[in-house]
């Protein structure tokens, strides 16, 4: 290294230069540096003086004063306008400085987000973005995603999500999985915490996982749908223990796939806590657990019905209404929702109305909710247009009365197909009222599948039986009938109640059977 222009100086190999300065540059007298120069306090005892050159910093040029041992006291030669510490090579900000920076830097991001409405008190400790301009940035993918001011600040924490590592990345995964994107905004405010997963680490093992329990590819994102707090859970925690405690009451092991698609919810109820102590309380109201598990195959929802809330205020409120203790049992098995609903009001509004149009004691409404437990979600328009059917029939209002007692299901059928039923008991069968009276049911059987084929052979054989004789029975035990040479009263069956023993029978690829108010045709 030559330094031109310089004299008297016995030492340059005392011209430091660290290694993370930018290079020095000279040209004949000209010296270009991008930072302070600095000589050792030494220099001039040693150095002697230096004369006048010229020099060139940040795009400046300029000369220097000659500096001597004998006539200045200073140890530095200036090349800036900032003086800075002499032990520094370089200029660099202070740890205090960055300090203070950043906290300037964040009150600027909370004031902008309380501008906004957002309530940034939770956000202390969370690392956030050091701009407003990035704080923006994400605020706008939350809204263009559908979530409101309101929707984050039910959960800030989403704030400290970014968009292209965390956003993005978690977001892309659903959507391949299956998740609609019309689904995403409703998805986010359920579960707000997905923003901060690892697909590879958090999201894709549980995917695996709910394949594992017989959850069709398909249904996994609508289970997702339904229940994006899922996705948080641990493997060998709730999930395992839940399904575990399921297949252990008798649920088929078979079907827990479709259980959980039905009803996802099931994987985060604590089995101490909410399974357990459901099915207890079910099997004290002499509901046998095989039916429990019977119940929960079909209808999995029922699990999420509040014990303390919702259950036990309802059966007792079905005991007040006349209901006896011991049809309870089959009013939850033909009926699960009755447990479930907000019952009291429905009880009240039901029993008022069935009063009103045929006079019905309160005593008796017990009765028919024990019969038809759906009763209390019946329709009123419904209820009245059957009841003036069977006045318009030419029944009494005691005599309808009496058939409503013995058999509610009257109505709720298909008004058209009673229509039918009761134009062919009247113009073919020709039988008196009080038949029908007797066996109101009648209207429950199909016409051209059970009574014209029965009616037309007993017509033959010349046998004269009442309507419950023809009826009620199988077809298997219809044929040993009519072999009889006389009608025996042994034969002369009650009026068919359920039996909670059909809903132990193993199960079959059939459609539910069951009474469904809004999908079988014989109701209204």
């Keep these: 290294m030559k330094i031109r222009s310089c004299v008297g100086i016995t030492k340059p190999s005392l011209l430091l230069v660290h290694s993370e300065l930018p290079a020095l540059t000279f040209h004949k007298t000209k010296l270009t540096w991008t930072s302070t120069l600095r000589f050792p306090s030494n220099y001039e005892r040693t150095s002697g003086s230096v004369t006048r050159f010229h020099y060139s910093v940040a795009g400046r040029t300029g000369a220097s004063t000659s500096v001597s041992s004998s006539s200045s006291k200073s140890n530095t030669v200036h090349l800036s306008r900032k003086q800075v510490k002499p032990s520094s090579l370089y200029s660099r900000p202070s740890l205090s400085n960055m300090k203070k920076e950043r906290i300037a830097n964040r009150a ?145 092991r078979r079907e827990v796939g479709g259980v959980l698609t039905k009803y996802p919810e099931i994987l985060g109820m604590r089995v101490g806590r909410v399974i357990k102590p459901f099915v207890e309380y079910l099997e004290g109201l002499g509901i046998p657990r095989l039916a429990i598990a019977r119940l929960i195959e079909k209808r999995p929802h029922i699990l999420g019905f509040g014990l303390e809330e919702r259950v036990k205020p309802n059966v007792a409120s079905l005991l007040e209404f006349n209901v006896r203790k011991a049809s309870l049992p089959s009013i939850v098995a033909q009926y699960p929702e009755i447990i479930g609903i907000d019952l009291k009001p429905k009880l009240l509004g039901q029993r008022s109305l069935i009063q009103s149009i045929i006079d019905l004691e309160p005593e008796d409404f017990g009765t028919v909710v024990e019969k038809m437990p759906q009763i209390v979600s019946l329709s009123n328009t419904s209820m009245v247009k059957h009841a003036d059917f069977l006045k318009g029939c030419g029944f009494s209002l005691q005599q309808v009365r009496s058939m409503v007692v013995e058999c509610p299901q009257i109505l709720a059928l298909n008004l058209d197909i009673m229509k039918l039923s009761f134009d062919y008991f009247q113009m073919e069968m020709q039988r008196p009222l009080d038949d029908l009276v007797a066996f109101p049911a009648f209207f429950t059987y199909g016409l051209e599948s059970t009574i014209k084929p029965r009616d037309k052979i007993v017509a033959k054989k010349g046998f004269k039986c009442s309507l419950s004789w023809l009826l009620n029975c199988s077809d298997e035990k219809f044929k040993e009938r009519l072999n009889y040479d006389t009608i025996e009263m042994e034969e002369m069956e009650t009026m068919p109640s359920f039996d909670m023993n059909s809903l132990m029978e193993p199960r079959s690829d059939e459609s539910d059977s069951d009474y469904e108010e809004d999908s079988d045709d014989e109701y209204a």
């Design 108 to 252: 600027k991001v909370y004031e902008f987000l309380r501008v906004l409405g957002i309530i940034p008190d939770e956000l202390d400790g969370l690392e956030l973005p050091v701009t407003v301009e990035v704080m923006q940035e994400r605020i706008d993918f939350l809204h263009k995603l559908g979530l409101t001011i309101e929707d984050i600040n039910n959960y800030p924490l989403v704030l400290g999500c970014s968009v292209k590592k965390n956003m993005i990345p978690v977001l892309d995964y659903l959507g391949k999985l299956g998740v609609r994107k019309s689904t995403f905004t409703e998805f986010l405010r359920r579960y707000p915490q997905v923003l901060h997963a690892s697909v590879v680490v958090d999201l894709a093992p549980v995917v695996k996982y709910l394949q594992g329990l017989d959850i069709k590819p398909n249904d996994i994102p609508r289970v997702l749908e339904k229940y994006p707090e899922v996705l948080g859970f641990k493997l060998e925690g709730t999930m395992s223990t839940s399904v575990a405690y399921l297949v252990g009451i008798g649920v088929s």
